[in-house]
């Protein structure tokens, strides 16, 4: 939670691209085609509903349903201080309108960046039914605005749904 791509604290590398794990093949005759980028989680086929990149202001939300009691993987990305969260989401039981789940501040871990970013990255049994995902920001620190450090990966600044593994 400190140097890392994207978020650095002192000067960034000469080739921050390639900062980590780079490999390469060495082989002139090397079949490219046996590598395929692997895609991102909250990009995966498996994504009930997303809701990310979300700006200031925002009070959005996305429905998905369940034939059957399914667990679910959660990742969430907001704004929070002091136990309290600016920017997060929350799950509708849309049959009931029960929450279901809610991201609060004692749910997250820090996301990089600002001790702010927070990040909640969970799995949850929901049952068979409807339900519909909400997130809301305030007026500051939001994906393309921030008034302090972006999280490490701020593409997923929101709320992501996904069959869970």
């Known amino acids: ?30 079949d490219k085609s046996l590598i395929t980028e692997q895609q991102a989680e909250t990009e995966s086929k498996e994504v009930l509903a997303k809701i990310t990149r979300v700006g200031d202001d925002a009070d959005e939300s996305a429905v998905f349903s369940l034939d059957k009691p399914t667990r679910v993987h959660i990742v969430a990305m ?46 949850v049994l929901l ?13 500051s620190h939001s994906f393309g605005n921030w008034n302090a450090q972006q999280p490490r990966n701020p593409q997923y600044w929101g709320i992501t749904v996904m069959l869970a593994e």
């Not at 929450?99 to 600002?114: H, N, S």
């Open 78 to 123: 907001g704004e929070g201080q002091g136990n309290e969260m600016y920017d997060y989401g929350w799950i509708e039981n849309r049959d009931n309108d029960d929450i279901v789940w809610e991201m609060t501040y004692r749910k997250t871990d820090p996301a990089g960046g600002a001790d702010k970013n927070r990040l909640c990255d969970t799995r």
């Open 127 to 139: 049952d068979a039914g409807r339900y519909k995902i909400h997130y809301v920001s305030d007026g």
């Open 1 to 30: 939670d400190s140097h890392a791509y994207g978020a650095w604290n002192a000067g960034a590398p000469y080739d921050q691209k390639n900062y980590g794990v780079s490999l390469f093949a060495v082989d002139k005759n090397f």
